[in-house]
């Protein structure tokens, strides 16, 4: 997560008319975020950055004790998060009714002490168990994927013997309360999530697969690369079926970690020479980036054409 500075960034529109300043609604630089607050206009904010904003205005208007819960929780735990599920702030608040109201969606639900946190910036929080629970029962796949993959890793106490945090996912199962609505659906999301995952496109594409029917695959394996020491490491694995998939995208191009000075067409032979590689353990590789994982049908003929269907498909297609 971005943070940003709200004091800042967050223009109170009772404040300033308190302070003798144009009211905010007349002013045009000003964006209205919710009732009675704005934000600069032309300063730049993230989807991750605008959510916050959005989660302190609420905060102050409500002028209780707001737990941001569900989605907006996994924001404030730097959780990669489709922006179709960002555009509610999500908080508990003690009460009768559940309402929705200037973009905030209060939960009348009941939260453990010890799964509220108080954050460094102020904000009220679920804890990542408990955060993770709420979006196993509520978010439907491959959205449910990013966060919860994110959440393992962060609860991971042993990744050296443990990279997949099984026995966290495990601690989580453990605590799924009973009668929670979306019970269902929070285990086949916490079966499925996977500390391993090495970005965000790695854990849609996963999603994606389930919803496809595809053979679910290993992920993170290690080949050894032949002409020197080391490994080339893929995203999935296919064994059965003598295929690999990598999820690429302009990060490979661009992020100096990545490229090590490397220049784009350096970059670009050094992929072709590793795919080469990977050739000979697997002859069928697949490669898409961010915009094909978004889109299940194109990921699904891109899988295809590496031979990585269905399974219903595929045993009509031997048959």
């Known amino acids: 997560?971005?943070?940003?500075?709200?004091?800042?960034?967050?223009?109170?529109?009772?404040?300033?008319?308190?302070?003798?300043?144009?009211?905010?609604?007349?002013?045009?630089?000003?964006?209205?975020?919710?009732?009675?607050?704005?934000?600069?206009?032309?300063?730049?904010?993230?989807?991750?950055?605008?959510?916050?904003?959005?989660?302190?205005?609420?905060?102050?208007?409500?002028?209780?004790?707001?737990?941001?819960?569900?989605?907006?929780?996994?924001?404030?735990?730097?959780?990669?998060?489709?922006?179709?599920?960002?555009?509610?702030?999500?908080?508990?608040?003690?009460?009768?009714?559940?309402?929705?109201?200037?973009?905030?969606?209060?939960?009348?639900?009941?939260?453990?002490?010890?799964?509220?946190?108080?954050?460094?910036?102020?904000?009220?929080?679920?804890?990542?168990?408990?955060?993770?629970?709420?979006?196993?029962?509520?978010?439907?796949?491959?959205?449910?994927?990013?966060?919860l993959d994110h959440l393992l890793g962060l609860l991971n106490v042993d990744p050296e013997s443990d990279p997949a945090a099984a026995t966290a996912r495990a601690a989580l199962l453990e605590q799924l309360p009973r009668g929670v609505v979306g019970r269902r659906r929070a285990l086949a999301n916490l079966g499925l999530a996977d500390a391993r995952a090495g970005s965000p496109a790695e854990s849609l594409s996963r999603g994606q697969m389930v919803v496809l029917g595809v053979p679910r695959p290993e992920i993170q394996v290690a080949f050894p690369r032949g002409d020197l020491p080391g490994h080339d490491v893929v995203d999935f694995d296919w064994p059965e079926l003598q295929a690999v998939g990598e999820v690429d995208g302009r990060v490979k191009l661009e992020d100096e970690t990545m490229t090590r000075g490397r220049t784009p067409a350096e970059v670009v032979w050094d992929e072709k020479v590793r795919e080469d590689r990977l050739r000979r353990h697997r002859p069928r590789v697949a490669r898409w980036g961010w915009d094909i994982a978004m889109s299940r049908r194109r990921l699904g003929i891109v899988l295809a054409q590496a031979g990585v269907v269905p399974v219903a498909a595929g045993a009509r297609r031997s048959a």
Request: proline share 7%; charged share 25%.
């Open 1 to 147: 997560m971005s943070e940003i500075d709200p004091h800042e960034a967050l223009i109170i529109a009772r404040q300033r008319r308190l302070e003798g300043g144009e009211p905010a609604h007349r002013d045009r630089d000003l964006q209205r975020i919710r009732r009675g607050y704005y934000r600069p206009r032309a300063s730049p904010l993230t989807a991750s950055d605008d959510h916050l904003l959005r989660m302190h205005a609420a905060a102050d208007a409500r002028q209780g004790t707001l737990v941001f819960s569900h989605t907006s929780a996994a924001e404030l735990w730097g959780c990669p998060m489709l922006r179709t599920d960002t555009q509610l702030v999500h908080a508990i608040q003690p009460g009768k009714a559940r309402r929705t109201t200037a973009g905030t969606q209060i939960h009348r639900l009941a939260v453990p002490d010890e799964h509220v946190v108080e954050l460094d910036n102020g904000l009220l929080v679920t804890s990542k168990v408990w955060t993770a629970l709420q979006l196993a029962a509520l978010l439907p796949l491959p959205n449910a994927l990013l966060p």
